[in-house]
């Protein structure tokens, strides 16, 4: 009787290995998007900085930091919740409501801001020439469609699709550097045309973004979605308002002590570094839902999360930062023409403050992905004065210079307070009976649609 044979085909791969895999080409996808995100924003700065001199660029900077804080009201209420709550539902027929009534929520939030700013911009025209009048004007047409596009980006990686976010940024980026050129062909030199495209650009890729997704935004629904968010998204709002609000607006009583143009110099150094926005901003985005599907971990993988981030990231940030500070005079005034003056001044403490972020970014993820944003918001109201402080009396007393440096100094002081909060969370998990409403960690790492809960403060079920 013969016997048959054994069999030599390969080992199948395991299940972590294949999860491994499709997660390692998700985070290749996300740091693309990043990557592409943080090199438009570099070629925007400098194409308007070469166009409207350091005024022009001053004004153009004053409107890109309104837009920040709209985008950290959005994220608050729409993006945040996306990741931390719903990042589980993608791939199930209840995701379309909720992509559509998320994107009602940030439509209205960017009508909204952009009537306030129609009123700002307005009142900036009657007292004074600087540009910032017809800026933020041209900020408040375009602002539903910068906010709404940048919710879409947040729905792709809440979905762990990264791809379609980087495809939707591709569109954009192409839009408004095209733009851009023919102004800068056509001898633009006030800030407000850019502003125009630049937004204009991003309503464009806001509407395709809506294809990709599949869904319209749903403004009927849209406020009933917020409130149900409310036990989340309340503190984060506050959370986002106090840091954007200190962060930004002391960046703006900076060029109120000095002067507009040290606004843009902080613009055009910040600009330079954000190629570190790439890894801190892919990040973010692609372990924060990773993350909050595993529910409880205990200490010592949190920590290990924690640490190692903190570690990569703050050890790129700091070879990016020793070669930015090398650059030849010669190469800034090519970027910034002269505005690299000012730039080149307070590089080296925006630097350290970029180190310093770095290594707090990974106790964040971990303190973010478990939904304590009671806790959170805690570590904000610490930051918030710090911040202020430090720019502020920075300014007052060495001018912007001083003002970098003194951002960076605050920025260092919160490193050890978020790992302390991560300790809390952890003790606090492991002495809390288990939550049979609490998601397990799924078998897959790479499948979502396996989890049926998510969890909200306290470790609730969402």
Same mark, same amino acid.
């Given at each position: 009787?013969?016997?048959?044979?054994?069999?030599?085909?390969?080992?199948?791969? $395991? !299940?972590?290995?294949? *999860?491994?895999?499709?997660? =390692?080409?998700? %985070?290749? &996808?996300? @740091?693309?998007?990043? #990557? /592409?995100?943080?090199?438009?924003?570099?070629?925007?700065?400098?194409?308007?900085?070469?166009?409207?001199?350091?005024?022009?660029?001053?004004?153009?900077?004053?409107?890109?930091?309104?837009?920040?804080?709209?985008?950290?009201?959005?994220?608050?209420?729409?993006?945040?919740?996306?990741?931390?709550?719903?990042?589980?539902?993608?791939?199930?027929?209840?995701?379309?409501?909720?992509?559509?009534?998320?994107?009602?929520?940030?439509?209205?939030?960017?009508?909204?801001?952009?009537?306030?700013?129609?009123?700002?911009?307005?009142?900036?025209?009657?007292?004074?020439?600087?540009?910032?009048?017809?800026?933020?004007?041209?900020?408040?047409?375009?602002?539903?469609?910068?906010?709404?596009?940048?919710?879409?980006?947040?729905?792709?990686?809440?979905? $762990? !699709?990264?791809?379609? *976010?980087?495809?939707?940024? =591709?569109?954009? %980026?192409? &839009?408004? @550097?095209?733009?851009? #050129? /023919?102004?800068?062909?056509?001898?633009?030199?006030?800030?407000?045309?850019?502003?125009?495209?630049?937004?204009?650009?991003?309503?464009?890729?806001?509407?395709?973004?809506?294809?990709?997704?599949?869904?319209?935004?749903?403004?009927?629904?849209?406020?009933?979605?917020?409130?149900?968010?409310?036990?989340?998204?309340?503190?984060?709002?506050?959370?986002?308002?106090?840091?954007?609000?200190?962060?930004?607006?002391?960046?703006?009583?900076?060029?109120?002590?000095?002067?507009?143009?040290?606004?843009?110099?902080?613009?055009?150094?910040?600009?330079?570094?954000?190629?570190?926005?790439?890894?801190?901003?892919?990040?973010?985005?692609?372990?924060?839902?990773?993350?909050?599907?595993?529910?409880?971990?205990?200490?010592?993988?949190?920590?290990?999360?924690?640490?190692?981030?903190? *570690?990569?990231?703050?050890?790129?940030?700091?070879?990016?930062?020793?070669?930015?500070?090398?650059?030849?005079?010669?190469?800034?005034?090519?970027?910034?023409?002269?505005?690299?003056?000012?730039?080149?001044?307070?590089?080296?403490?925006?630097?350290?403050?970029?180190?310093?972020?770095?290594?707090?970014?990974?106790?964040?993820?971990?303190?973010?992905?478990?939904?304590?944003?009671?806790?959170?918001?805690?570590?904000?109201?610490?930051?918030?004065?710090?911040?202020?402080?430090?720019?502020?009396?920075?300014?007052?007393?060495?001018?912007?210079?001083?003002?970098?440096?003194?951002?960076?100094?605050?920025?260092?002081?919160?490193?050890?307070?978020?790992?302390?909060?991560?300790?809390?969370?952890?003790?606090?998990?492991?002495?809390?009976?288990?939550?049979?409403?609490?998601?397990?960690?799924?078998?897959?790492?790479?499948?979502?649609?396996?989890?049926?809960?998510?969890?909200?403060?306290?470790?609730?079920?969402?």
């Amino acid at each position: 009787m013969s016997t048959a044979p054994t069999s030599t085909a390969p080992p199948r791969p $395991s !299940r972590w290995r294949s *999860a491994a895999g499709r997660f =390692g080409g998700r %985070a290749g &996808l996300g @740091l693309a998007d990043q #990557a /592409l995100s943080a090199l438009t924003n570099v070629a925007l700065s400098v194409l308007v900085a070469n166009a409207v001199g350091a005024s022009g660029f001053g004004a153009f900077a004053v409107a890109f930091l309104l837009f920040g804080v709209a985008l950290s009201v959005e994220r608050s209420v729409v993006g945040q919740p996306l990741s931390i709550r719903f990042a589980v539902q993608a791939g199930t027929p209840a995701w379309r409501g909720t992509a559509g009534s998320a994107m009602g929520v940030a439509l209205g939030l960017g009508l909204v801001s952009g009537a306030l700013l129609l009123v700002a911009g307005l009142m900036a025209l009657g007292v004074s020439d600087s540009g910032v009048g017809p800026a933020l004007v041209a900020l408040a047409v375009v602002l539903p469609g910068l906010v709404v596009q940048d919710a879409c980006r947040m729905a792709f990686f809440a979905q $762990s !699709r990264p791809g379609l *976010a980087l495809a939707n940024d =591709g569109a954009w %980026a192409v &839009l408004q @550097l095209g733009g851009m #050129a /023919l102004l800068v062909g056509a001898g633009t030199s006030s800030a407000w045309p850019f502003v125009l495209v630049w937004g204009g650009a991003a309503t464009a890729a806001a509407a395709w973004g809506f294809v990709q997704l599949g869904v319209l935004p749903h403004l009927r629904s849209a406020w009933g979605w917020a409130r149900d968010q409310r036990d989340l998204t309340g503190y984060l709002l506050l959370e986002n308002l106090v840091g954007s609000g200190a962060s930004q607006g002391s960046i703006l009583a900076v060029g109120a002590i000095g002067s507009v143009a040290d606004v843009g110099s902080l613009r055009a150094a910040q600009t330079l570094l954000g190629p570190l926005g790439i890894v801190a901003g892919a990040t973010m985005s692609l372990l924060l839902p990773e993350v909050s599907r595993r529910g409880r971990l205990a200490l010592r993988p949190r920590l290990a999360i924690a640490g190692g981030v903190s *570690a990569a990231v703050a050890l790129v940030s700091a070879v990016y930062s020793a070669v930015l500070l090398v650059l030849p005079d010669e190469v800034g005034r090519a970027l910034f023409d002269d505005t690299w003056d000012g730039a080149a001044a307070v590089l080296l403490p925006l630097c350290a403050f970029s180190v310093a972020s770095a290594a707090a970014l990974g106790p964040a993820v971990v303190v973010y992905a478990s939904g304590q944003a009671r806790r959170t918001l805690g570590l904000h109201l610490v930051e918030a004065p710090l911040l202020v402080a430090g720019l502020v009396g920075g300014a007052a007393l060495a001018g912007v210079r001083g003002a970098a440096w003194g951002m960076a100094a605050a920025t260092a002081v919160m490193v050890p307070l978020w790992y302390s909060q991560l300790l809390a969370i952890a003790r606090a998990d492991a002495a809390a009976p288990d939550d049979p409403a609490a998601p397990a960690a799924p078998a897959d790492p790479g499948d979502g649609a396996a989890v049926t809960g998510a969890r909200g403060p306290g470790g609730v079920s969402a």
